[in-house]
Antibody
């Protein structure tokens, strides 16, 4: 059974760093892309970027490039999304999903990130 | 970047009645392999999105056959033949033809 298990909720202050994770299981981790999606409170879905764990090829939506870093450790079947300096506007739910032939077929339950002073 | 435009944004439906949602990308989603890289997702309240339809018209595993997708190029439609109470939520189209992928604004389906 394919599962995407995300790390738990985070509460941070502006300027702090953060790395959240997404562990894939039940399939060959290195053969599928992992995508990240942001959902701000009460808003729609925003596709942030994705990574191919097999060779770490990474793509970003322009508005997220330089704001976040997507990485992966294929030895432990885990992808990451990280920030070096959080802002209040980063407060959101972040989903990871396996991205197959373009479509996102298995999703994690999401990680809530709250940034507040 | 490809901009995805959905309509309507709000869709009140009586149970048992049909419903349809339109999605229009700013560029054609038809790949030279003949497939349209357009997917539909449903996000039920308090849940992550779930894949309903991929490559414009292919139902994902476990999706009831009352859901169907159609269209090509720059004009796509999601249809629900008979809406049930469990279908409430926000429906999104997404293109994956080119990076970055992009979602539509979402269509909120509610029961009348």
């Amino acid at each position: 059974e394919v599962q995407m298990v995300q790390s738990g909720a985070e509460v941070k202050k502006p300027g702090e760093s953060l790395k959240i994770s997404c562990k894939g299981s039940g399939y060959k981790f290195t053969n599928y892309w992992i995508g990240w999606v942001r959902q701000r409170p009460g808003k729609g879905l925003e596709w942030m970027g994705l990574i191919y764990p097999g060779d770490s090829d990474t793509r970003y939506t322009p508005s997220f490039r330089g704001q976040v870093t997507i990485s992966a450790d294929k030895s432990i079947n885990t992808a990451y999304l990280q920030w070096s300096s959080l802002k209040a506007s980063d407060t959101a739910m972040y989903f990871c999903a396996r991205q197959a032939e373009g479509d996102m077929d298995f999703w994690g339950t999401g990680t809530t990130v709250t940034v507040s002073s | 970047e490809i901009v995805m435009t959905q309509s309507p944004l709000s869709l009140p439906v009586t149970p048992g009645e049909p419903a349809s949602i339109s999605c229009r990308p700013s560029q054609s989603l038809l790949h030279k392999n003949g497939y349209n890289y357009l997917d539909w997702y449903l996000q039920k309240p308090g849940q992550p999105p779930q894949l309903l339809i991929y490559l414009s018209s292919h139902r994902a595993s476990g999706v009831p056959d009352r859901f169907s997708g159609s269209g090509s190029g720059t004009d796509f439609t999601l249809r629900i033949s008979r809406v049930e109470a469990e279908d409430v939520g926000v429906y999104y189209c997404m293109q994956s033809l080119q990076s970055p992928c992009s979602f539509g604004q979402g269509t909120k389906l509610e029961i009348k």
